[in-house]
């Protein structure tokens, strides 16, 4: 079946490499389609549907989900919905879906519904594969005139920012083609992985890395701002939300003790985190299946998932995806964004009734609690510490352009300081991170992606970058920040190992801001940060982010979630993806991940996984071994395509402003940034390495 | 005497202040007719003692609010170490040596040390009449079809149970009902036999030809009529006070109509007789001037094997009467099959949009139930017919036609164009389509006369909600609840009752949809079988096949109901219905080559299982 099932065809970027010669090969992979053809009998037997029956398609999955508000009146009648204050409601900020999110993901279920109803109707009985239906269905218009239709089209010509589609490397993944998730028939549960994953050894160890003395070996070592970074990336190129309920409140699919509900409570678009405890009941983390996004033509077909993100590196979580969530942030007077403490800190939203932004309940009495252009702002402090830079470097530049240009207008002076802040960012990410997370090599050769024509369509973020490779970086934290500031010296001479306070313990802070955050608190972290060695990505987690106990849990399990979040998305396995990005070697068994997984992991993901064709591509890309860079091959190859076709975004859409502002700021590097922006004496010249005799400390007085 | 205790409850529960008069005459003349026949000795003898465990008291409340298993049927299926005396001394012991408060681990090592583990009083049977290659499957002629013929065959072999000698020596041990025959189970949690389950499953045995299996099963309900005066829900003692649609007659007609054993007929009428009187004694209503009958129960307190999710249902309410009633609508509801339904929810609007909490089943006169009461009359005159015994005959025929007219009267609703429920509240037809709205048709509850008509009014009412428009069978309502009996739920044995309903309408129109949704229902459980290599308690109607949910438990496999029907089903059509005349499925395969990756015809959802 497989013989004629997908058509490999070349992808129009690959013929775009007009320029043969020009480098781009190896690392920066284009993915290419796969068409799946129809056979005749089957083309003909569908074009025989007649347009009352597509009519009647349609309307049976409008009526469809209409009958679900019956059942959502149940759930809000009977109290189930996310509640402030608890564990659902951390991970509901983590993909909290805005208001347009929600009006997209609505018409987009319903025409996939619809889509649904002919393919049980017409394709199932005859024995129609899903892939051959969902083509078919993807040519045939809405019906003309349709409610639906009329909706769909206003949605697309409506301003598009922030609720497209994601991209698909290779072809959606789903027992049924279009959208249902694979049960545990088939795959092992996502909290079950997490938990064999677990070790407990290696969590308990202490970790004290951080306070050696410089030496030959750290060179090599990348620190903690190297992991934030890559979040607040993530931040700005992708969020998939959940879905909501018709009536707009947030769906709930555990009960109020974390275990499941009743079978009457579980709402169609749930599909819980689910682990049996040591008497069989089964304990329960809230997942809701992810928003849906209108498809670009308007026709019947299978829904893709929309991103509430700008597919650009833009600072849009910090600015807003919209000018009307944009002008939220601003002070309105000298080009300023908000801010609190004198400028230091970022604005903070003490009554935030809405619960938008931290995972506080009512009697939490909490007054701390920031905002940002993004509802991931609070997700920890280390994530507040890099938004909080990033929006004193605007106001430090807005400041700046207004003492020379005096008569400039607020949003003059807005826009020039957005342009320069954003470009900074820019440079620091493509041309400092990317080096660090990609290697040498494979960074040079996304910087080398040609520029894509005026006219070309520009590509959203793709699936596999957004749910799975970005997400390398939850490996690599530690479940304690330590105070090293409590010592002024960093550079020690001596090579004691010196007791460590805690800064903070991470799975306290997440959306729940409870530290006293002042200027210099926020320096105390950057300071630990640039010194604090990262964990190495590997498919071990710290205990902070996962829930390792058949208990009822108290915080959530990331890594469960992203395995949850790849199958909702419809993500080929593992092995599909390190078939792609090798060249298409086959692979043939466990034997073939040896190769690129050390063995001793193989063996532990053998006796999870029933066959390796089942590894998901979270699993199988943290489980690599890295080889230069901090990412193994499968994730270095995912992060590359998506980063050359930012590069390429970013070369085809030139910034309005005078290309001399942003020239006069071009010197600003990493290590610039963080000291104009913070307190700190010296960093290293390297901001994503840990400092040692090959990245030297740099004074800020000597450089600003 | 028991018997009296057991319907006084229901007479002052009762919420329509006039019926009680009616209703203890009837009780008088019941009690006055069977006052000296056997049954009434043994009447008297239902008294199990193994109750004050398993269906009432504090124990039961201590256990089930612990919530030590995530399915609450679990501990009321457990065994007992000790007598249920020994044993409630022994629990009080335990509560005041833990000052009334003891935590869930003090609980949960009591049940360990004073029960033993659940169904342990049932073991595993092969029906001694099995035979490898019944006749129906000769009459399937698609090869995947007859394969999987062969498979429900054999999953007889897995629904087989027999009860321990233990159980007949020491019943207070058990919460299982003593039965002399071994049964077959519907499956999954489902571990004892059920009242009208056992329709189908008797008719999917009889095709199977396990007739013996079938008449053993027949004798068991016989002799629970014997002794306690109906059959229960299920066969548990925390089932006391509530049957299930009362299809002992339909079952013995089945034996009969297959075995021409008018002497096994004969000699069941006088069982049949009293199960018939007690389900009117004890469930009649006036409706419109009408005798007519709804479900009821008799027994105080949450469900046993639903515990907890009663209490917390009944929470809304205040007062202990109150709760009391809603225990007493949930557990009528259990006994109407459909537990639960939008279908019995009546709020104070008189419309059917609410929760559980809104649930008024005693106070909705059903369409399915008075057909089947019709339907017994009327197998009751068709037997005693065989028996000569005109004047019997005729005592019943009269009592079917009584039926019938007030069927007539007040569920047929010309406007609607079907049979409707009664609202005994708001007094106004439920206007809400439920697929049991179509039972008049199975049972012929109808005048022939009226054929046409009513061909022409109900086709219509299918086309008006869009009825036909569902890949996976017809859904039991139109209203998504979260309960299991509604959208988007498909039942087996309601397709049943609607699609042969169809086909005894006997109308060309009639008789071809009813062939058309026999064939779908068919092909639709198959592709579900193929799939997942179950047979299911519940379907989707939006799914070709998909399984249900819902509910207060999670899906069953097995499964009784599901399989008697589908083998009634291969029987019927199994000679014109072929998996691979789709024209668009390519090459056929066989059903056994489905392991192999050249199963073309079998392509969708499966090639996901296998390429990838």
């Known amino acids: ?704 | 005497m028991i018997k009296v205790n057991l319907i006084y409850p229901i007479i002052l529960c009762c919420c329509l202040a006039a019926v009680p008069q009616v209703r203890a005459k009837h009780l008088l003349e019941f009690i006055a007719e069977s006052a000296n026949n056997e049954i009434e000795k043994q009447v008297e003898t239902f008294d199990f003692s193994s109750c004050q465990i398993y269906c009432y008291g504090p124990l039961l409340h201590t256990v089930q609010m612990a919530k030590l298993f995530p399915d609450s049927k679990t501990f009321v299926d457990m065994k007992l170490k000790a007598s249920p005396e020994k044993t409630m001394e022994l629990f009080e012991a335990f509560m005041a040596s833990a000052n009334n408060t003891p935590s869930n681990d003090q609980i949960r090592k009591f049940v360990d040390d004073n029960f033993g583990a659940k169904g342990t009083e049932l073991e595993v049977w092969t029906p001694t009449d099995w035979v490898e290659h019944p006749a129906f499957l000769d009459l399937v002629n698609d090869p995947d079809l007859k394969q999987w013929g062969v498979d429900l065959n054999n999953i007889w072999k897995e629904l087989g149970r027999k009860m321990k000698d233990d159980v007949h020596k020491n019943p207070e041990y058990y919460s299982i009902i003593p039965v002399p025959n071994p049964v077959i189970v519907p499956g999954g949690r489902f571990i004892e036999f059920y009242y009208w389950d056992s329709y189908w499953i008797i008719r999917g045995l009889l095709y199977s030809e396990m007739r013996d299996t079938a008449r053993g099963m027949i004798e068991n309900f016989m002799s629970i009529v014997q002794r306690i005066g109906f059959i229960p829900n299920g066969g548990r003692v925390y089932y006391w006070g509530r049957s299930q649609p009362p299809l002992l007659a339909g079952m013995v007609k089945s034996y009969v109509d297959f075995t021409k054993d008018d002497r096994f007929a004969i000699n069941a009428l006088d069982v049949l007789e009293h199960e018939f009187e007690y389900f009117i004694n004890n469930h009649s209503v006036q409706a419109k001037g009408y005798n007519l009958a709804v479900y009821r129960d008799s027994s105080k307190g949450p469900r046993p094997e639903s515990y907890s999710e009663d209490i917390e249902t009944a929470a809304t309410f205040n007062t202990d009467e109150d709760k009391e009633n809603h225990y007493s609508e949930l557990k009528s509801a259990a006994e109407s099959g459909m537990d639960f339904s939008s279908r019995w929810y009546i709020n104070d609007k008189g419309t059917n949009v609410g929760n559980l909490s809104v649930t008024k089943t005693r106070s909705i006169v059903p369409v399915d139930l008075n057909s089947i009461l019709y339907w017994n009359a009327k197998i009751i005159a068709e037997f005693h017919a065989k028996a000569g015994n005109v004047e019997k005959m005729t005592e019943y025929e009269t009592k079917a036609q009584k039926i019938k007219e007030a069927i007539q009267a007040v569920l047929w609703n010309e406007e609607a164009g079907c049979w409707l429920d009664y609202d005994l509240i708001n007094e106004k037809p439920r206007d809400y389509f439920v697929t049991s709205n179509l039972a008049p048709l199975w049972v012929k509850a109808y005048n022939i006369s009226d054929t046409d008509k009513i061909s022409a009014s109900v086709l219509n009412y299918i086309e008006k909600n869009k009825l036909d428009t569902f890949p996976g069978g017809i859904p039991n309502t139109l209203y998504q609840t979260g309960e299991q009996w509604d959208f988007p739920n498909v039942w087996a044995p309601l397709q049943y009752i609607i699609i042969e309903g169809l086909d005894n309408l006997g109308t060309p129109d009639a008789k071809q949809l009813s062939k058309r949704w026999g064939h779908r229902w068919v092909k639709s459980n198959f592709a579900a079988y193929r799939d997942s290599r179950a047979m299911f308690e519940k379907y989707d109607a939006e799914k070709f096949g998909g399984h249900g949910g819902g509910g207060e438990y999670g899906v069953q496999k097995g499964f009784g109901w599901t399989n008697g029907v589908i083998i009634e089903w291969l029987a019927k059509y199994g000679h014109e219905i072929s998996l691979s005349n789709t024209g668009a499925a390519g090459p056929s395969s066989r059903f056994l080559s489905l392991l192999g990756v050249t199963a073309v015809a079998l392509i969708g959802a499966f090639a996901g299982h296998l390429i990838w």
Not at chain 1, 239 to 258: A, D, F, H, L, T
Not at chain 1, 550 to 578: C, E, M, N, S, W
Request: net charge neutral; hydrophobic share 35%.
């Open chain 1, 1 to 704: 079946m497989k013989r004629n099932a997908y058509l490999w065809l070349l992808n129009l970027l690959i013929l775009a490499a007009s320029s043969p010669g020009s480098g781009y090969s190896a690392n920066v992979l284009a993915f290419q389609r796969s068409d799946i053809s129809l056979r005749k009998d089957v083309r003909d037997y569908l074009n025989a549907i007649s347009p009352a029956e597509w009519t009647e398609f349609l309307a049976s999955g409008v009526d469809s989900i209409n009958r679900q508000k019956r059942l959502e009146d149940t759930l809000l009648n009977s109290d189930i919905t996310v509640k402030n204050g608890t564990l659902s409601h951390t991970q509901l900020l983590d993909t909290l879906p805005n208001e347009q999110s929600k009006l997209d993901s609505e018409i987009a279920l319903k025409i996939l519904k619809g889509s649904l109803f002919m393919y049980n109707s017409k394709c199932l009985p005859r024995g129609i594969s899903g892939d051959e239906c969902r083509t078919f269905l993807a040519t045939k218009p809405l019906p003309e005139g349709s409610a639906l239709s009329v909706e769909c089209k206003r949605l697309l010509n409506s301003p598009r920012t922030g609720h497209h589609a994601f991209r698909r490397l290779l072809p959606r993944h789903y027992k049924d083609g279009f959208h249902e998730m694979f049960g545990e028939d088939k795959l092992p549960g996502a909290w079950a992985i997490s938990m064999a994953l677990y070790d407990r050894d290696s969590d308990a160890r202490p970790r004290t890395g951080a306070r050696r003395a410089p030496s030959a070996d750290d060179s090599e070592h990348s620190n903690l701002v190297l992991v934030q970074f890559a979040q607040f990336v993530e931040h700005d190129m992708s969020k998939p939300v959940s879905q909501s309920m018709s009536n707009g409140y947030s769906i709930e699919c555990c009960n109020r003790n974390q275990n499941n509900l009743q079978p009457r409570f579980h709402h169609p678009l749930c599909a819980p985190i689910l682990y049996n405890d040591k008497n069989n009941w089964p304990n329960c983390l809230n997942y809701v299946r992810s928003a849906l996004a209108v498809g670009e033509r308007c026709t019947f077909g299978a829904a893709e998932q929309l991103n509430q993100a700008t597919g650009n590196l833009d600072l849009s979580q910090l600015y807003g995806i919209t000018d009307v969530a944009e002008r939220k942030m601003r002070t309105l007077t000298n080009g300023a964004l908000k801010s609190t403490s004198n400028e230091n800190l970022l604005p903070m939203s003490p009554d935030d009734e809405d619960h938008r932004f931290c995972a506080w309940d009512i009697s939490a009495n909490a007054t701390t609690c920031f905002i940002a252009g993004d509802s991931r702002v609070n997700s920890s402090p280390l994530s507040i510490l890099i938004y909080t830079i990033f929006m004193r470097n605007h106001n430090r530049i807005a400041a700046e352009l207004l003492t020379r240009h005096k008569n400039w207008s607020d949003e003059q002076l807005f826009q020039a300081a957005k342009a320069v802040n954003i470009d900074i960012y820019r440079r620091i990410v493509v041309r400092e991170w990317l080096v660090e997370v990609l290697g040498n090599e494979a960074a040079a050769e996304v910087l080398a992606t040609p520029p894509a024509s005026a006219d070309e369509r520009l590509s959203e973020v793709s699936n596999e970058f957004a749910v799975a490779a970005i997400r390398f970086y939850f490996s690599m934290l530690p479940n304690v920040l330590h105070n090293l500031a409590a010592t002024n010296e960093v550079i020690s001479s001596n090579n004691n190992i010196l007791p460590l306070t805690n800064l903070f313990e991470l799975k306290n802070e997440i959306y729940k801001p409870q530290l006293q955050y002042t200027s210099k608190k926020l320096n105390e972290i950057l300071l630990s940060l640039l010194h604090e060695r990262a964990m190495k990505m590997d498919p071990f987690y710290v205990g902070a982010i996962v829930w390792h106990e058949p208990t009822k849990p108290t915080h959530a399990d990331v890594l469960a979630f992203d395995i949850q979040r790849g199958r909702d998305h419809g993500l080929q396995p593992y092995y599909k993806y390190l078939e792609a990005c090798g060249n298409k070697k086959t692979i043939a068994g466990w034997a073939d991940f040896e190769a690129v997984i050390p063995k001793k992991i193989v063996d532990k993901l053998r006796s999870v996984y029933r066959s390796w064709r089942d590894v998901d591509l979270l699993i199988g890309g943290i489980s690599e071994q890295t080889v230069d860079g901090t990412v193994g091959p499968t994730f270095k190859c995912i992060l590359a395509e998506q980063f050359s076709k930012i590069h390429q975004r970013h070369q085809q859409r030139k910034w309005p402003t005078d290309d001399t502002l942003l020239r006069a700021y071009s010197s600003i590097n990493g290590t610039k940034l963080l000291c104009l922006n913070s307190d700190m004496v010296s960093v290293p010249q390297n901001i994503f390495r840990l400092q040692s005799n090959s990245n030297s400390l740099v004074k800020c007085n000597d450089i600003v």
